[in-house]
């Protein structure tokens, strides 16, 4: 009886429209049903010889639209797919004004809160705005002082895409090696963060690394870096590149072994506890992260007359100095704390991989 109503209503829709064209029965979502044209059948016969065609889009109305919530699944649908191609055109615009920077084609504005140094000469000016080539004259003029260098040009350049550690957005760095930076030919570089918001390139970060210190970029978009700045002074972190561009470290941490441990009190203590002991493999640990410092130590490498040795200096510093030591389990936690601030994931520092640079012709 119900196919029966909805053919009749059919059929009277048919012989309303006065059967002048093509007639399409489509769903609330646009998809097509049945097409039916009428223009080269009579009007006393149309009917007797399109029942079975009527009958059958009936039929498959009826099943595509049961109720008003599969239509609104539908445009659902169509609006998750609408946002999605609407991505992925984001996504190869941002790709084409990097690639077009490179290309030399497409300038990059130094964005307003780009961080200035004070020890430089020559600083990145906000506002102004940079091809690749002219980032290059930059990097040689910043770099090679002719009072200093007979040098005047970088030796190579390369770029590569990251992602940044808090979200998809992908960001492009491009690194120009061979500055000099600690001495002659030591292969130092400066990498600069470039980022795409509303169709413009923008400068926003930048870092540096030279012979006793060490920066690797990884594919998830953090930084684990490495130093020295003495033979028992060493140091060791990660940082984030968001999708602000900006580079955000989440912990560093100074290493102090030996003699140099004597920096969290002062030398009256240290060599008053380790007079005529001073080789033994005591470490001492400064963790900063955020606006807070954390100080733990290491005994694994002593004997046990030797722990008690540094358990005698560990105690002097807590009372004299006002050190506070914690155990390993609380860095993590202010760790946790911190990644979680900066919308990382924690577990993503174990997952760093070192991303692949690619070579700039030219």
């Not at 690639?99 to 004070?118: L, R, W």
């Not at 003029?141 to 040009?153: G, H, L």
């Not at 940044?164 to 992908?170: I, T």
């Not at 050190?323 to 993590?332: L, N, R």
């Amino acid at each position: 009886m119900k196919k029966k109503c909805i053919y009749i209503l059919l059929c009277t829709a048919v012989v309303l429209t006065g059967c002048t064209g093509q007639n399409n029965l489509k769903q609330e979502d646009g998809q097509e049903i049945a097409t039916i044209d009428f223009n080269d059948i009579s009007q006393n016969n149309e009917l007797q010889n399109n029942e079975s065609e009527l009958s059958a889009a009936s039929q498959q109305y009826q099943e595509n639209n049961a109720d008003s919530a599969t239509s609104e699944k539908g445009d659902d649908t169509e609006s998750s797919s609408q946002e999605t191609a609407d991505n992925i055109n984001q996504n190869e615009t941002t790709q084409d004004l990097y690639a077009g920077f490179i290309k030399n084609e497409v300038p990059v504005t130094v964005a307003s809160d780009y961080p200035q140094k004070d020890y430089v000469i020559y600083n990145l000016e906000p506002g102004k705005s940079y091809t690749f080539s002219a980032l290059g004259e930059f990097v040689n003029k910043r770099y090679f002082n002719p009072e200093y260098s007979t040098k005047t040009s970088y030796d190579y350049a390369q770029y590569v895409y990251l992602d940044s550690s808090n979200s998809s957005a992908k960001k492009l760095l491009v690194k120009f090696s061979g500055l000099g930076i600690y001495s002659p030919d030591d292969d130092s570089f400066a990498v600069y963060v470039i980022t795409e918001n509303n169709g413009q390139l923008y400068l926003t970060d930048s870092y540096e690394c030279w012979a006793r210190s060490f920066t690797k970029a990884c594919r998830n978009g953090l930084f684990v870096s490495d130093g020295s700045t003495g033979a028992g002074d060493h140091y060791a972190g990660v940082s984030a590149l968001t999708d602000t561009g900006k580079i955000e470290e989440i912990y560093g941490t100074e290493i102090l072994t030996g003699s140099w441990a004597s920096y969290v009190s002062n030398e009256t203590i240290y060599y008053e506890v380790f007079a005529g002991n001073e080789d033994i493999v005591f470490s001492v640990m400064i963790y900063t992260i955020g606006e807070k410092m954390f100080y733990t130590y290491d005994l694994s490498e002593c004997t046990d007359n030797q722990i008690s040795i540094c358990e005698t200096y560990i105690n002097r510093c807590r009372d004299e100095i006002g050190i506070e030591w914690v155990t390993q389990e609380v860095v993590e936690e202010a760790l946790k704390e911190r990644c979680s601030l900066l919308g990382v994931d924690y577990n993503a520092i174990d997952q760093a991989e070192e991303a692949e640079w690619v070579g700039i012709e030219g």
